[in-house]
Every structure is written in structure tokens, then in C-alpha cells.
């Protein structure tokens, strides 16, 4: 299953039938159990069954995995062992078991050879699901992707209407002050100096509209983190892409009417006034 191992060992061959009882544990096993102290090289019985047998050696420690849904949280103490160590009847009287299969080819090709394994070994057992690992993975984050991808859609459409809405309501702003531009230049006012003039203002607007934005976003984003895992409350990424967007929007709306006043006879729009 490519656990990552974060101390000792996983099994080889030599752990099989006839070895000294070997066991892999989780980091949940390793605090709870063990009590934090070094896993690796100690002891441990798992059932009152066992007091007859050799203890088990931890020789491993490997990442907690969440094997119940990505929205479970906790993740109890768990231990590892060879299959050829263990007896796995009474797996298969209590319930239910899952059994994972790693081919090197396609996995759907094994699978009559594997109900021919599992009745070989169990009789009267049967394989009720047969599904691959990226089929059952899919399958348990179906929803959360769904859930994704709709709130991505319905992001990206108030981010394109919140850059249709800033566009407009500046370029209309500034095209409101053309007689404004229009006795600027013809008092002296050099092209430069007006563009910087009106582009600052509106630059100033949404410097001041991102401030309140960002605040706004980094309170809502604790309440999308409950909806879609994996969601992060410091995504800088996006925090600085969405304001640099609906800015640059912003700074196009005050440019382009300005420049287009800029060039216009002052004369002509004061006449016009």
C-alpha cells in the first residue's frame, strides 16, 4: 500500500512462517500504545490469546492513513503484520474482510484468478466488490470533488463579474470628469500628470476595496475549510492573485477613458459642457 515509513523497517521474505512474530505500527500506536518512547525493538501483545506465543517485535513505524473518508477525523492505533503470521479464519468468521491485491499489469485482468484464490482458500466465501484503488479512491472523495468544483465555478464567475462591475462603474467614473480633465490641460496640466492623477485615485479606491476584501475572505475561508478538505486559511496564492486581477481590471478602467480624454481638444469638450 506504499506507507510511508518513518522508522525501521517494513517486512521482507524472512517474516514469514517460522520467523520471530514481527509487526508494523501507526504513529497513533507508536503515542498511545508505547507511550511516544522509541516503537522500534520493543514488545507488545495484542490479545489475551497471545500469552502463550513469542511477543511481537515492532520493526516498523509508517504514517497514520485515513482509510474511512477523507472528513473522518482520528485515527486509531493499528498494527501490521505478515500474513503468514497471523491466522487470518477468524478474520473471515466475524465479518466481512478486504483484501488488497498489488498486479503489475491491468488490475481488472486478476481478478477471476483471485475469486479462484479466495475460494480456494475459503470455501463458501465470496467476493462481493471488486474495484481498483484509483475506482475506490475516486469513489470516496466523489462528493468533496463536487463540492470543489462547484464552489471553484461559482469563485471564478464572482471573480469575473466583480472585474466586469470594477471595469465599469471606474471607466464611467472617469468619464464623468472629462470636462474636469479637459481644464486641467487647458490650464497646463501636462497628459502625464492627469493619467497619474486619475489612475492613482482609482488605484487608491481599490487598494482600500482589496484591504476589505482580503479581510473578508480570510474570515470566510474557516467556513469553506468545513466544506471542501484540504482547503487551506492561508492560500497565498490565492489571497495575492484574485486582488491582482480585479486591480488590474480596475487600473484598465481609470487608464483607458483618461488617455481617450487626454487626447481630446480641450476646447471641443468644454464647448461641448
Same mark, same amino acid.
Given at each position: ?16 512462517t517460522g520467523a520471530p512474530p514481527v509487526v508494523v505500527v501507526n504513529e497513533t500506536f507508536a503515542r498511545e500504545v508505547?507511550?511516544? +518512547?522509541?516503537? *522500534?525493538?520493543?514488545? *507488545? ?19 497514520? *492513513? ?33 483484501? +488488497? ?17 479466495? +475460494? ?73 500628470? @492627469?493619467?497619474?492623477?486619475? @489612475? ?17 475572505? +480570510? ?20 489571497? @495575492? ?27 471641443? @469638450?468644454?464647448?461641448?459642457?
Amino acid at each position: 500500500m506504499r506507507l510511508r515509513l518513518l522508522d525501521g523497517r517494513l517486512f521482507t521474505r524472512r517474516d514469514g512462517t517460522g520467523a520471530p512474530p514481527v509487526v508494523v505500527v501507526n504513529e497513533t500506536f507508536a503515542r498511545e500504545v508505547i507511550g511516544g +518512547a522509541a516503537a *522500534v525493538g520493543r514488545r *507488545v501483545r495484542f490479545l489475551d490469546a497471545d500469552s502463550d506465543r513469542e511477543p511481537w517485535e515492532v520493526i516498523g513505524v509508517v504514517a497514520d *492513513v485515513t482509510y474511512r473518508g477523507l472528513a473522518v477525523t482520528g485515527v486509531r492505533p493499528e498494527a501490521f503484520a505478515p500474513v503468514q503470521q497471523i491466522d487470518v479464519a477468524p478474520v473471515f468468521e466475524h465479518g466481512p474482510a478486504v483484501v +488488497a491485491a498489488r498486479t503489475t499489469g491491468d488490475p481488472l485482468t486478476a481478478v477471476p484468478f483471485l475469486r479462484e484464490a479466495v +475460494a480456494e482458500a475459503r470455501p463458501g466465501a465470496s467476493v462481493a466488490t471488486v474495484m481498483t484503488m484509483d475506482a475506490r479512491l475516486s469513489s470516496a472523495v466523489a462528493q468533496l470533488r463536487f463540492y470543489a468544483v462547484l464552489i471553484g465555478g461559482f469563485a471564478a464567475l464572482a471573480i469575473l463579474l466583480a472585474a466586469f462591475g470594477v471595469y465599469g462603474l471606474l471607466s464611467y467614473t472617469v468619464a464623468q470628469r472629462r470636462g474636469e480633465i479637459a481644464i486641467r490641460m487647458a490650464l497646463g496640466a501636462q497628459r502625464g500628470d @492627469v493619467l497619474a492623477l486619475v @489612475v492613482g485615485q482609482g488605484a487608491a479606491l481599490v487598494a482600500a476595496g482589496a484591504v476589505v476584501g482580503l479581510a473578508a475572505a +480570510a474570515a470566510s475561508s474557516r467556513v469553506l475549510e468545513s466544506f471542501v478538505y484540504g482547503t487551506a486559511t492561508d492560500d497565498r496564492l490565492t489571497f @495575492v492573485a484574485a486582488p491582482l486581477a480585479l486591480a488590474a481590471a480596475a487600473l484598465f478602467a481609470c487608464y483607458v477613458p483618461a488617455r481617450g480624454a487626454t487626447r481630446i481638444e480641450p476646447m471641443e @469638450v468644454l464647448r461641448f459642457e
